[in-house]
Each structure stands twice: as C-alpha cells, then as structure tokens.
C-alpha cells in the first residue's frame, strides 16, 4: 500500500520520533556520500510559490542522489486546466514520488487518491506537516525531548497552527494557542488534541513559562487584501522583548519564514540570541531527507 505524507499522522508517534531522530543523523552526516535515493526523482508541484520548501526538497533529493523536478502550473497542463487526478497518474507513472504546495488541502488528497507513488504534504490551506517536523527537530537538537514541555502559538489560527495542534498529540506536548476572536484555528485540530491544548485571546496567558514561543505572519499568501483589516485585529499579538519575558528564561523563539519585522515580531527577538528560525529553516531540508529516505527507498 502507498505510504502518503499529507497529515503528521499519516505516521504514527513512533515513527515521526524516528524520523526526528534520523533527520538529526543525517544532518551530522550531510558530507558523507550515502546515496539511497539514487535514481529516484521526485515530481514538485508548485501552486504556491516558495524559497524554503523548493530548496530544501530539492538539494535534499541532491543529496540522497535523486532529482528533484520543479513543476510550476505555467509550465504544466494544471495551468490550463487538465484535472488533478489525470496529473496525478501521469506523474506517478514516470516519478517515484509527488510533493504538492498549494492552497486546497482537498486538492493534496485528491492527488493523493490518484497516485501510485507517495504524496507529500509541502504545504496546503489547513497544514504544513514538513514545517512542524523541522520544528520538532530544532527543538529536539536544542533543548532535547518536547514531550511534557509547554509551547505557546501567538497569533493567527492558520494552517501551521493547524499542524502545531496535530503535533502536541502526536508529539505529547502542551500547546497554548492566544488568537484574536474570529481567527481560531481548525475546530477539527483543536478537537484532535484534545487535552493538549488550551485556547485564550491573551497573549500574555499563553506565553507565560512557555519553552517556546511561535508565530506567523498575520496575513499569508492569497490574504494580503486583508492586510489592512488583519493589522487592527492583531494588535497586541506582537511577539516582542516582554512577551518573551513571561516565558522561561531559556525559551526559544520560532517563526517558519518570511517575517515581517515589526509586525507580528520584532527585530529584537527574531534576531535575538532566544531566536533559532535560522537553524529551523535549514532543518526542513534534514527533515525532509529523513521523510524522503523513508518514503521513496527502494
């Protein structure tokens, strides 16, 4: 049966805290020639446009000795309408797996229904599984196990935050998520976590003796219309130098990229000594190797 990357829990707990694990081996080891992926290729279709998510996949097929193929809908039938399974059976039939960036979670699992070959999840409206494994990864590396440890989300309830509830299950951790009204994040991952989460429209609740602290831009890709309208609810979701106070002294910041300083952090924390989103956007393509090496070898 063909193993797909569209949830965190389309692995089970054991097998993402492996993956960690060997996502931590490989970036050790990033110098030695290991080539398992040799001869394989992995198909990206880009709805979305990218730096992280396209680089990282991409040098790490290079790495594992595959090839990564950039398909954008200018330069596919997408673009002009061909339907998504007919893409799917296509790419399946020539490729040994397909990553998907887009904006319909539903689309991701259509293609995934229509492939042979393993579907990763690169980023849809409601997830970003790939973001949350590197994230548990940098922590892992910095602070060691996430498990029992409290991690405080700051501001939009949009598809990261989605895949933070997915993980404190997964992971056993605490998340508090602090959201203005009307910008909550998925009632079906609240409803996942269960006990491992906890909701406020506080800032100040949700960070205080947090190990970590995360946020996102106010207003991602396909809103910036509301960029206005978001500005005014987000006021005092900043995630700046007294916020970051209330947390533990050692805790760490997060933020997946790109940033607007000024907006939903500031210059002082994300490049501030607590920061690590430097360290966390390189781990998405050690993490993405670990997934690609359990994914796609022969």
């Known amino acids: ?13 054991s097998e993402l805290h492996a993956l960690i694990d060997r996502a931590i081996v490989l970036k050790a080891t990033r110098h030695e020639h290991a080539r398992p992926l040799a001869g394989r290729c992995l198909a990206m279709v880009f709805q979305k446009s990218s730096t992280r998510t396209r680089v990282s996949f991409e040098v790490a097929m290079l790495q594992l000795g595959g090839h990564a193929l950039f398909l954008s809908p200018r330069d596919t039938q997408l673009g002009r309408g061909e339907p998504l399974a007919d893409t799917a059976r296509v790419l399946s039939s020539m490729c040994d797996g397909i990553m998907v960036r887009n904006d319909s979670q539903a689309e991701l699992e259509e293609i995934a229904q229509h492939s042979r070959v393993p579907v990763i999840n690169g980023l849809t409206d ?7 494994l ?10 060691g196990p996430i498990a029992g440890r409290r991690v405080a989300w700051i501001g939009d309830g949009n598809n990261v935050c989605n895949s933070f509830l997915e993980a404190a299950r997964l992971f056993d951790f605490q998340l508090a998520v602090a959201c203005p009204k009307g910008f909550e994040p998925d009632p079906d991952w609240l409803a996942f976590a269960g006990s491992h989460a906890e909701i406020d429209e506080d800032p100040a609740v949700a960070a205080r003796d947090a190990d970590l602290i995360v946020t996102d831009v106010w207003a ?3 809103q910036e219309d509301e960029q206005a309208d978001r500005l005014s609810a987000f006021d005092g979701y900043q995630v700046n130098g007294a916020l970051m ?3 533990k002294a050692d805790a760490l910041f997060m933020h997946c990229l790109p940033a607007h300083r ?6 002082e924390v994300i490049d501030g000594p607590q920061s690590v989103v430097w360290a966390e956007a390189e781990n998405r393509m050690h993490a993405q190797k670990a997934l690609l090496e359990l994914l796609l070898s022969p």
């Open 1 to 13: 049966m063909t193993r797909h990357f569209r949830l965190l829990s389309d692995l089970a707990a």
């Open 126 to 132: 409601r997830t970003h599984p790939c973001q949350l």
């Open 134 to 143: 590197a994230d548990i990864q940098t922590f892992v590396e910095l602070r």
């Open 220 to 222: 991602s890709m396909g």
């Open 245 to 247: 106070k209330l947390a």
């Open 262 to 267: 000024g907006e939903e952090v500031t210059a």
